[in-house]
């Protein structure tokens, strides 16, 4: 079946220094591609977002471009926060409907000043 | 107004005991989800309603029951849970569930503690 596989954390930086969460999926045909945000003691919150192939998402700072070739969707941030903190989870739109997602593992960052 | 509202925000049970979660939405939107989050693990899906009619249901035991008794709000029904049931509860919305790129809005979760 399809899945999503996240790079382990935890990702610990300083403040403004660049960040990047590797993210790759498998699946069959070509799903949409998010990146969830989740902040402690809190629900999930949609980043970002692309649902074809060498299409970039964007938001907040954070980019992720879908690259077919290598099944990826990596997210980056030029110079993090500290209040950029949380829990990031790469996620794929399951093609059978019913806007079912199917999440990575989650990657934890902690940015200190 | 774009929250997921739901409650309690934590809730503790016996595994004797019968509780109900909450979730409400004022979105408009008529599909409705409940996810279940282990601690430190991603988010997994446990049951959709689309249009107050059950659309999916993750071959959940039976101790978790759904109940969506209008298109604003979504139930969970526990009954004699397992320590292991222990985790935080998602609930989310949706404009309608099946159309292409919908974006989900989370609620903050309840997270539930079975002694």
């Known amino acids: 079946g399809d899945s999503v596989t996240q790079m382990e954390g935890p990702v610990t930086l300083s403040e403004e220094a660049f960040l990047t969460i590797n993210c790759t999926y498998t699946?069959?045909?070509?799903?949409?591609l998010f990146w969830y945000v989740q902040y402690p003691g809190e629900g999930l919150q949609l980043l970002l977002k692309a649902t074809k192939a060498d299409d970039k998402g964007s938001n907040k700072g954070f980019e992720a471009t879908y690259r077919k070739e290598t099944t990826s969707f990596h997210l980056e941030k030029g110079s993090v926060q500290v209040s950029d903190s949380a829990v990031y989870f790469c996620a794929l739109r399951d093609p059978g409907g019913y806007n079912k997602l199917i999440f990575g593992a989650g990657t934890r960052l902690a940015v200190h000043p | 107004d774009t929250e997921v509202t739901q409650t309690p925000k934590h809730l503790v049970m016996g595994m004797t005991n019968k509780k109900s979660l909450k979730c409400e939405q004022h979105m408009g939107h008529r599909a409705m989800y409940w996810y279940k989050q282990k601690a430190k693990k991603p988010p997994e899906l446990m049951f959709v309603?689309?249009?107050?009619?059950?659309?999916i249901n993750e071959s959940v035991p039976s101790r978790f029951s759904p109940e969506c008794p209008n298109s604003s709000l979504l139930n969970l029904h526990l009954h004699a849970l397992q320590p292991e049931d222990s985790a935080l509860y998602l609930c989310?919305?949706?404009?309608?569930?099946?159309?292409?790129?919908?974006?989900?809005?989370f609620g903050s979760g309840t997270q539930l503690s079975v002694l």
């Open positions: 989310a919305s949706s404009q309608q569930g099946q159309l292409l790129n919908e974006k989900l809005f």
């Open positions: 309603y689309s249009y107050e009619k059950l659309s």
């Open positions: 699946a069959t045909g070509y799903p949409s």
